[in-house]
């Protein structure tokens, strides 16, 4: 009898496998810039970015100032999947208490 190890097992470091899980762990607010490619684009509500300088500085400022501005701010869900060899994407929803100004309540 023979047993297989296929699947089994901590992921090659690097692999697309490994990769997509530390960004689940990571995600939302991306830090590691070994995850970031040189060229990456943001594009969004509030603001657009490109290059991984742009967009490390604007994931470190969301990561500080989110969740301490937004009542009960918590990521609700963080989705990465792989388009195509070497190309991830990561979606991620949030929610939190809106505040209201006075006169509209």
């Known amino acids: ?10 992921p090659e470091p690097g692999s697309t496998i490994s990769i997509i899980r530390q960004l689940q762990e990571d995600g939302p607010f991306l830090r ?11 594009s969004g509500p509030l603001c657009s970015v490109i290059g991984r300088d742009a967009y490390l500085s604007i994931q470190e400022a969301w990561a500080m100032l ?21 190309v991830v994407t990561m979606r991620w929803r949030a929610t939190f208490e809106a505040c209201l100004p006075p006169f509209a309540r």
Do not use: T
């Open 1 to 10: 009898s023979s047993s297989s190890s296929e699947g089994a097992g901590a």
């Open 32 to 42: 590691d810039e070994a995850l970031v490619a040189d060229d990456v684009e943001y």
């Open 66 to 86: 989110l969740p301490s501005r937004l009542n009960n701010f918590q990521v609700a869900s963080v989705r990465v999947n792989s388009i195509q060899p070497g």
